[in-house]
């Protein structure tokens, strides 16, 4: 009791003076009856209800009555816990304390332990018996777990699902504390004062003040900084001088001196006695240095250079003489160089994949020619069979014996007749191969037996022999021969089916001639050839004939008998020539690997050329409905184009490689050797030195 407040003790201030009442009756003895004995005892009796009733007031003070010291110590120390659990480290990545054994420091700065940690197994134990897991979360800061309440996870589930807390009223009542309506009167209707329009006097005066300090020179301006003369390596950069116009062209350098300009140079560049008596015979432009190093003990003595005044003059007229050239460099984006190509998938239809394998032939299949119907395949090789096949089977429906190699075959495009021209060695073979209808193979006897000797061109027995086959060779189909002089490399048709040109190399003036099936005539349409030709082809719908020799392709008007044109190709060695079905571009392939698209109508010059091909080209081809074109190589490739001609001559064809077809094998050096395609389906044949022909779909 003696602990307590000086406001405790002034509430049982009256406890002093109610004792001395009760003694200054005792000792006044009011009641002079009462028996001390008894006085004692009310004394006693009054003193414990005294003491009885301030226990009360001062329980009712303290607030309970029931809380004992050790209660009150329990509450301490509860309060103090409750302070301990707070981390005071501020929002930090908690795993800074990860390799620590404490978590944080407290406001009295000591550290906070981490409490203990179960393992894996132990929290999985955990997980599984106690059943408030599910809403129990890890404090990072204090490394404790802490368990939610039911209105905690009511207000986290109602967060979650994008409601408001509960308790929390959305639509209650707008309170309006200001007000939208324009007041009449305003706030304050004080008049401006006069001295916002008035100068200030004040900053006048200061202002001539400072303007008083300049002119007497009390405060001067800010001088600017001298330039000191900057210090560089002599060797380093060249001076940097104004330029004397704008397009200056720097000097260029010196050469910068070696060891071998030293006074005192390394051993090994010390000349020897042979390497002095050199220098000194050879010629001064000759010498790889114009001195010979020599060594000094120190560089006082170091003689003058007799020859610096000459070298100084010549570096002079170098300067002054040398004239130089600026060179720009062009920055260009490496995409803008590739072409901008439409997908192939946009681009179809055209040939893919293999379809069937023509197998027959015992050696290198020379050539290929389809029928303008498409239903029937003429194949000719270095084995001396000529075999004709059906196109959508794969059977061989008829064999023809020829005596020498087959170097070309070629289909006549005439549909009212079946007429097959061969040319083996020396003999070009006009043979009716007596497939499809009666009336074909009708036609086409009519046609050959419908010549009268006496029409016979006189001129054309010096060119060319023409002769009837008889016996076993016209049971076989052949009907005539026309025997030369030279080796025949090439036969082409004349778009009606009537004329027909054959090539031959080594012929020289009479290397390309043209014959006439009904007529059996035959003549020479130059008088003079300059360089070797490769390659010759009518034109579609004109009068035109194309002759290609080593590097150039003619174009000779044959109703004028004019050249009309001639084709600058760039190519080395020119292996192969077609032309579009409408007759303004041709494409020609060369033994140096490259495709060229010439456009007739805008330059004599390719248009566009293309390197798809490892090794030599053997051939070019174009459809005659659909804007494909194709080459073969000796790769064992095809590769198939899109080239769209457009009718509006503004407009420059499309070219773009849609696909590289597979599947023959290189023999010898020779991969494949001829591909053309089909005349009315996106489809096309190729043969090859591995004796097989293939049909892509």
Known sequence: NMANSDSEDSQYSGLEDEDDSVESEVESGESDDVDPNDLKDRESDDVEDELEEIRKQMDDISGDSAQTPADIQEDEDGDSSDEETLNPVGNIPMEWYNDFPHIGYDLSGEKIMKPATADELDRFLAKMDDPNWGRTVHDKTTGRDIILTDEEVDMIQRIQTGRFPSGYDPYAPYVDWFTGNAMVHPLTNKPPVKKNFVPSKWEHKRIMKIVQAIRNGWIKPKKTDVEKPKFYLLWDKHDKEPKKHPMHIPAPKMKLPGHEESYNPPPEYLPTDEEKKKWEESHPEDRPRNFLPKTYLSLRSVPGYPNFIEERFERCLDLYLCPRQRKFRVNIDPEDLIPKLPKPRDLQPFPTSQAIIYEGHTDVVRSISCDPSGQWLASGGHDCLVRFWEVDTGRCMKSVTVPS??????????????????????????VNPCLGSQKLRNATDGLISSFDADEQGSGSSDLVTWSLCLGSSYSEGQRLTLHHKH??????????????????????????????????????????????????QFHPTRPHFFVATQRYVKVYNLQKQELTKKLVTGVKWISSLDIHPQGDNVIIGSYDQRLCWFDLDLSAKPYKTLRHHKRAVRQVAYHRRYPLFASCSDDGTVVVFHGMVYSDLMQNPLIAPVKILRGHKVAGQLGVLDCVFHPTQPWIFSSGADHTIRLFT
């Open 405 to 430: 190699k087959v170097y070309s075959i070629a289909w006549s495009p005439n549909p009212a007749v079946t007429v097959v021209a061969i040319a083996c060695e020396t003999i070009v073979i006009i």
């Open 487 to 536: 080796v025949v490399k090439q036969v082409t048709w004349h778009g009606k089916g009537d004329y027909f040109a054959t090539l031959m190399p080594d012929a020289g003036n009479s290397a390309v001639l043209v014959h006439q099936l009904s007529k059996r005539r035959t003549q020479n349409p130059f008088t003079k050839m300059k360089g070797p030709v490769q390659r010759v």
